[in-house]
């Protein structure tokens, strides 16, 4: 059964960057598109990126574009999320989601979350 | 964009009733690409429903979806004490994907 495992969340000041990695096992990653989904405290989801299968491709939401840069590394089945020019309201838990096949845009797979501060 | 609007905001209810909430889209959802999550408390969302109506895998059968165009709705025929929860509707049929604000379900 497929797994995805975040990591690098942190406390981080105002316009500081920020790596995000998400590990997956248990699927062939190469395969499918992936996704981040981010979750301010107390709030609700919110889609914050997708890449397709070989990293060719990646959109971003309004809020994080030009500032956010996803990419993937196939051979070490894991997607980052590289976060530049932080603010306050980037802070929540970010989610490294698979689809429910190969380009669905229905995520049955989530990792745990990891938590992202930005404050000073 | 499409914008979801959810409905309630908050229902209390008891274990063993129904609970219906209901998902508004601001324009049709194409190909009719709507899901519903669920979140505990602490926990990542998990797929129930996807393409209005199919179950994903393991989710029981007193989880039901329906709808089409701009208006969709989520079934939980009897609920039990697992069920209270939040629920998110979320399109797929146009890029951004978006997310509903969420309906929790409260214990009465």
């Known amino acids: 059964e497929g797994q995805l495992v975040e990591s690098g969340g942190r406390l981080v000041q105002p316009g500081g960057s920020l790596r995000l990695s998400c590990e997956a096992s248990?699927?062939?990653?190469?395969?499918?598109?992936m996704n981040w989904v981010r979750q301010a405290p107390g709030g609700g989801l919110e889609w914050v990126s997708r890449i397709g299968s070989d990293g060719s491709s990646a959109v971003y939401a309004d809020s994080v574009k030009g500032r956010f840069t996803t990419s993937r590394d196939n051979t070490k089945n894991t997607l980052y999320l590289q976060m530049d020019s932080l603010r306050g309201d980037d802070s929540g838990v970010y989610y490294c989601?698979?689809?429910?096949?190969?380009?669905?845009?229905?995520?049955?797979?989530w990792g745990q979350g990891t938590l992202v501060t930005v404050s000073s | 964009e499409v914008v979801l609007t959810q409905s309630p905001g908050t229902l209390s209810l008891s274990p063993g009733e129904r609970a219906t909430l209901s998902c508004r889209a601001s324009?049709?959802?194409?190909?009719?690409?709507l899901a519903w999550y669920q979140q505990r408390p602490g926990q990542a969302p998990r797929l129930l429903i996807y393409?209005?109506?199919s179950r994903a895998a393991g989710i029981p059968d007193r989880f039901s979806g329906r709808g089409s165009g701009t208006d969709f709705t989520l079934t939980i025929s009897r609920l039990e004490p697992e069920d209270f929860a939040v629920y998110y509707c979320?399109?797929?049929?146009?890029?951004?994907?978006?997310f509903g604000p969420g309906s929790k379900v409260n214990i009465k």
């Open positions: 979320q399109q797929y049929g146009a890029s951004p994907f978006t």
């Open positions: 393409s209005t109506s």
């Open positions: 248990g699927f062939s990653f190469s395969n499918y598109w």
């Open positions: 324009q049709n959802v194409i190909n009719n690409y």
């Open positions: 989601t698979r689809g429910l096949y190969f380009a669905s845009g229905s995520y049955s797979y």
